[in-house]
């Protein structure tokens, strides 16, 4: 099993969280809204699919968790089964998550 992760905007907490899932069997990156991918997005890894709006990437990718950075205005009719978390870098779930992606960036590094 594994869980099916989506964006709507990107930040470099998450950019260093990507890399960090990158290679987790556990993880699968199924979409972003929106309308290029963003500057950051690790140069490294596949380009993700982009949608137009929330009901086309919870319709057509299934997403199990959404990490939001902006206003989560306009998530509507979110299925039960897929949170939406916000992350922008002042939140603590957005700094918590930051610090989860350096460490473990940290931790492959070798001494």
Not at 63 to 92: F, W
Request: hydrophobic fraction near 45%; include cysteine.
């Amino acid at each position: 099993m594994f869980v099916r992760l989506a964006f709507q905007g990107f930040n470099t907490s998450l950019a260093q969280l990507v890399e960090s899932l990158a290679s987790s069997r556990e993880v699968r990156i199924v979409g972003m809204v929106a309308d290029d991918v963003p500057a950051d997005w690790p140069d490294l890894l596949d380009q993700p699919q982009l949608f137009p709006d929330y009901q086309e990437l919870i319709n057509d990718a299934r997403p199990d968790l959404i990490l939001v950075t902006g206003d989560k205005g306009g998530l509507t009719e979110i299925p039960g089964d897929c949170q939406v978390v916000s992350v922008h870098e002042e939140a603590p779930a957005g700094q918590l998550l930051g610090l989860l992606a350096q460490a473990a960036v940290t931790r492959t590094i070798p001494p």
